[in-house]
């Protein structure tokens, strides 16, 4: 496994924020593509949003879509997830997963992907 971590999650109210990183130590992230994807209780792990390692394309899953934005912060080396006007539907436990490659488009699927972190809790709840 790599060593990178997910950070920022919590409890929030309803139309709240929040910035989720995940971050890399000892390597740079910027030959990766990055995925976001979530698990709520009972449910199977969706993808959230991707970033591409080349060209930094984006793709964002319907639900997501104008409130989410995932971007790269090269001088943090971190991958970040701008979370706004947050739902209770999105409660859920937010990991980041990584793929090594000079790929131009990303996917939302959970088996493309080769490393994961071990997740941040977000409760939106009021």
């Known amino acids: 496994q790599l060593p990178f971590v997910e950070s920022g999650g919590g409890l929030v109210q309803p139309g709240g924020s929040l910035r989720l990183s995940c971050a890399a130590s000892?390597?740079?992230?910027?030959?990766?593509?990055i995925g976001w994807f979530r698990q709520a209780p009972g449910k199977e792990r969706e993808g959230v949003s991707c970033i591409s390692s080349v060209d930094d394309n984006t793709v964002y899953a319907g639900s997501v879509k104008g409130r989410f934005t995932i971007f790269r912060d090269n001088a943090k080396n971190t991958v970040d997830l701008q979370m706004n006007s947050l739902k209770p539907e999105d409660t859920a436990v937010y990991y980041c997963?990584?793929?090594?490659?000079?790929?131009?488009?990303?996917?939302?699927?959970?088996?493309?992907?080769?490393?994961w972190g071990q997740g941040t809790q977000v409760t939106v709840s009021s």
């Open positions: 000892g390597f740079t992230l910027d030959s990766y593509s």
């Open positions: 997963a990584a793929v090594r490659g000079p790929y131009r488009l990303c996917m939302l699927l959970p088996s493309e992907y080769d490393y």
